[in-house]
Nanobody
């Protein structure tokens, strides 16, 4: 199995910053892409940012210019640096790993973390 564990969530005031981390563990051979998704109260889960193994990034319009996704491929870790946070950024943020190949399964699979809560006040 593959486990994704997020950290770094918490309470921050509008205009502040947070850095989320997610470490994937298990019998991982490779991960094609990793990303961050969020689900705000009463809303559907949405993609925030993704990054491929080669470093290609993609951001939601709401994140562009404020958030930066990065990845340490060797450590199977992905980060999300969030600046100029707004109350509308309040959500549970989920880490995703897609196209995961393990020692047991050669076919790429997707995995999710359990989420970390980000609350932006004001």
């Amino acid at each position: 199995q593959v486990q994704l564990v997020e950290s770094g969530g918490g309470l921050v005031q509008a205009g502040g910053s947070l850095r989320l981390s997610c470490a994937a563990s298990g019998s991982i051979v490779s991960i094609n892409s990793m990303g961050w998704y969020r689900q705000a109260p009463g809303k559907q889960r949405e993609v925030v940012a993704t990054i491929t193994r080669g470093g290609s990034t993609n951001y939601a319009d709401s994140a562009t210019g404020r958030f930066t996704i990065s990845r340490n491929t060797a450590k199977n870790t992905v980060y999300l640096s969030m600046n100029s946070l707004k109350p509308e950024d309040t959500a549970v943020y989920y880490c995703n790993a897609d196209g995961v190949i393990t020692t047991r399964y050669a076919d790429g699979m997707a995995y999710w973390g359990n989420g970390t809560l980000v609350t932006v006040s004001s």
